[in-house]
């Protein structure tokens, strides 16, 4: 790599950085004028971060930037790792915990996987409970900007298919920036009607703005060990709405709000698949939740589409203890839990689409066996599905068996129970939060676990949010060969 790249490269992470030490300042100004504590440990975390993202920057000020496609990886992943090192400061200082659990929080909340390693969260300083819900509000939108405006550029697992979503083929392309100005205005709004929705079902206003920093990013951390359980039913609807939202694509909300015509949303492909789905999800659920007389009617129907949105979203918050229901309803819940939501939203998961593509293959090649010398038509949303985006989703789908795999392996052989190694592994690769096994992962706890098996749920964590193959280019031998390109 050439001096001049890795100056470019050196600046952007000095500039994502410098982001994260602005961004400290809001829970170190809110400790300070509440008098709570934290303003300490925050402005030492400002100091020792803010150091490094000035020598990152400096070398690169009036650097051109011109980055071949294995760079757009390597920055891709790396700011994700070095964002995490730094914001993890926080917790390392005021909680006194190990820097594996820090940075296993930190991880959890940009990536928006919502699991946690600390308990009695009601107890913890408040500047900490704001910073935990603003790491996965910035993790939400980080990602939502990564996902419409540059993995399709790189066709990474399908994602190609969506790339007419953040530019329409004519002289009206919107350049990356305004695609980025958009998505962050659209999340702004989310964000700001979810926190006043929350404020008219009387939460207070601390609890409100961190909920509605996670509900929209869909990422589960919350001020309560209880989670959602410890609001209003109201408030459970207010929540189920925006998580919603934030699963759905954001450039469709851009486009919705340009044509001023809401429709765009539900003639899509996608959405509307996603939400039959979901639909059909939840009466299932709360059909054997009530007829198992787990719950009475009105509980059984919350609690079923509550949990259905929480988990397909990968949002994870909870209502009620799931494992402690019948065989059947943990069942549905655990089939759902890889799936996710739509493409270009705050949603992790393998992503809704990929599993229409595979409905169509799978209806095409019955159609060929029955009828062999039929011509059958691959399309989606009005797209060809031609041989390029078959491999990737293919090369998608085992790349995410094969990393489930390895890293049920690795807790394994420290001695965590299977299913709980699996169920884990499975959710931090999909960013959900709550796995299944004990009560503690059960309730997204996962403090419990051995060191190796926390780094090992960090990069799942980061596999899953940027997209697996994203970083797993970063293992082949040829992605490092000088020249590469």
């Given at each position: 790599?050439?001096?001049?790249?890795l100056?470019s490269?050196?600046?952007?992470?000095?500039?994502?950085?410098?982001?994260v030490?602005?961004?400290?300042?809001?829970?170190?100004?809110?400790?300070?004028?509440t008098?709570?504590s934290?303003?300490?440990e925050?402005?030492s975390?400002?100091?020792?971060?803010?150091?490094?993202?000035?020598f990152?920057?400096?070398?690169?000020?009036?650097?051109?930037?011109?980055?071949?496609?294995?760079?757009?990886?390597?920055i891709?992943?790396?700011?994700?790792?070095?964002?995490?090192?730094?914001?993890?400061?926080?917790?390392?200082?005021?909680?006194?915990?190990?820097?594996?659990?820090?940075?296993?929080?930190?991880?959890?909340?940009?990536?928006?996987?919502?699991?946690?390693?600390?308990?009695?969260l009601?107890?913890l300083?408040?500047?900490?409970?704001?910073?935990?819900s603003?790491?996965?509000?910035?993790?939400?939108v980080?990602?939502?900007?990564?996902?419409?405006?540059?993995l399709?550029?790189?066709?990474?697992?399908?994602?190609k298919?969506?790339?007419?979503?953040?530019?329409?083929k004519?002289?009206?392309?919107?350049?990356?920036t305004?695609?980025?100005?958009?998505?962050?205005?659209?999340?702004?709004?989310?964000?700001?009607?979810?926190c006043?929705?929350?404020?008219?079902?009387?939460?207070?206003?601390?609890?409100?703005?961190?909920?509605?920093?996670?509900?929209?990013?869909?990422?589960g951390?919350?001020?309560?060990?209880?989670?959602?359980?410890f609001?209003?039913?109201?408030?459970?609807?207010?929540?189920?709405?925006?998580?919603?939202a934030?699963?759905?694509?954001?450039m469709?909300?851009?486009?919705?709000?340009?044509?001023h015509?809401?429709s765009?949303?539900?003639?899509?492909?996608?959405?509307?698949?996603?939400?039959?789905?979901?639909?059909?999800?939840?009466?299932?659920l709360?059909?054997?939740?009530?007829?198992?007389?787990?719950?009475?009617?009105e509980?059984?129907?919350?609690?079923?589409i509550?949990?259905?949105v929480?988990?397909?979203?990968?949002?994870?918050?909870?209502?009620?203890?799931?494992?402690?229901?019948?065989?059947?309803a943990?069942?549905?819940i655990?089939?759902?839990?890889?799936?996710?939501?739509?493409?270009?939203?705050t949603?992790?998961?393998?992503?809704?689409?990929?599993?229409?593509i595979?409905?169509?293959?799978f209806?095409k090649?019955?159609?060929e066996?029955?009828?062999?010398?039929?011509?059958?038509?691959?399309?989606?949303q009005g797209?060809?599905?031609?041989?390029?985006?078959?491999?990737?989703?293919?090369?998608?789908?085992?790349?995410?068996?094969f990393?489930?795999i390895?890293?049920?392996?690795?807790?394994?052989?420290e001695n965590?129970?299977?299913?709980?190694?699996?169920?884990s592994?499975?959710?931090?690769?999909?960013n959900?939060?709550?796995?299944?096994g004990?009560?503690?992962v059960v309730?997204?706890?996962?403090?419990?676990?051995?060191?190796?098996?926390?780094?090992?749920?960090?990069f799942?964590?980061l596999?899953?949010?940027?997209?697996?193959?994203?970083?797993m280019?970063?293992?082949v031998p040829m992605?490092?060969r000088?020249?590469?390109?």
């Amino acid at each position: 790599m050439d001096r001049i790249r890795l100056n470019s490269i050196l600046f952007i992470m000095g500039a994502s950085t410098s982001k994260v030490v602005t961004l400290m300042l809001i829970p170190f100004i809110y400790a300070l004028a509440t008098e709570t504590s934290g303003y300490i440990e925050f402005l030492s975390a400002i100091m020792l971060a803010g150091i490094p993202s000035i020598f990152f920057m400096r070398p690169g000020v009036k650097t051109s930037f011109e980055f071949q496609t294995r760079d757009i990886f390597l920055i891709t992943c790396i700011i994700w790792i070095v964002d995490s090192t730094f914001a993890a400061l926080p917790f390392y200082f005021l909680l006194e915990c190990s820097f594996t659990d820090a940075f296993f929080e930190t991880m959890s909340g940009l990536t928006t996987f919502g699991g946690t390693v600390f308990s009695n969260l009601d107890a913890l300083p408040p500047s900490i409970l704001l910073w935990r819900s603003m790491l996965q509000w910035i993790g939400g939108v980080g990602f939502v900007v990564i996902a419409v405006a540059l993995l399709p550029k790189l066709n990474v697992g399908g994602m190609k298919l969506f790339q007419s979503e953040a530019s329409e083929k004519n002289k009206d392309t919107p350049k990356a920036t305004t695609i980025a100005k958009n998505i962050i205005f659209i999340y702004v709004v989310l964000t700001v009607l979810c926190c006043g929705c929350f404020c008219l079902c009387d939460m207070n206003l601390f609890d409100a703005v961190c909920h509605a920093f996670t509900t929209t990013a869909t990422g589960g951390f919350s001020t309560h060990d209880s989670s959602m359980a410890f609001f209003s039913p109201n408030a459970q609807w207010v929540c189920i709405t925006f998580m919603l939202a934030g699963s759905f694509p954001f450039m469709l909300f851009a486009k919705s709000i340009k044509r001023h015509d809401p429709s765009i949303l539900l003639k899509n492909q996608q959405v509307w698949g996603y939400i039959k789905f979901i639909l059909i999800m939840s009466i299932v659920l709360a059909s054997v939740l009530y007829f198992s007389k787990a719950l009475n009617f009105e509980e059984s129907l919350r609690y079923s589409i509550f949990n259905v949105v929480s988990i397909i979203t990968t949002s994870g918050f909870s209502i009620g203890d799931w494992s402690s229901w019948s065989a059947l309803a943990t069942l549905i819940i655990l089939i759902i839990l890889p799936i996710g939501g739509c493409s270009g939203s705050t949603s992790g998961g393998i992503k809704f689409f990929r599993f229409q593509i595979i409905d169509i293959l799978f209806r095409k090649q019955c159609q060929e066996l029955l009828h062999p010398n039929a011509i059958v038509a691959q399309t989606y949303q009005g797209h060809r599905i031609d041989d390029a985006l078959i491999r990737s989703v293919v090369a998608f789908m085992l790349s995410y068996i094969f990393l489930l795999i390895a890293s049920s392996m690795v807790l394994a052989v420290e001695n965590v129970d299977v299913v709980v190694a699996i169920t884990s592994s499975l959710s931090a690769i999909s960013n959900v939060g709550p796995s299944y096994g004990s009560p503690e992962v059960v309730s997204g706890c996962y403090g419990q676990l051995p060191s190796l098996s926390k780094w090992m749920l960090c990069f799942d964590m980061l596999c899953g949010r940027v997209e697996i193959l994203t970083v797993m280019v970063l293992i082949v031998p040829m992605f490092w060969r000088i020249g590469a390109k």
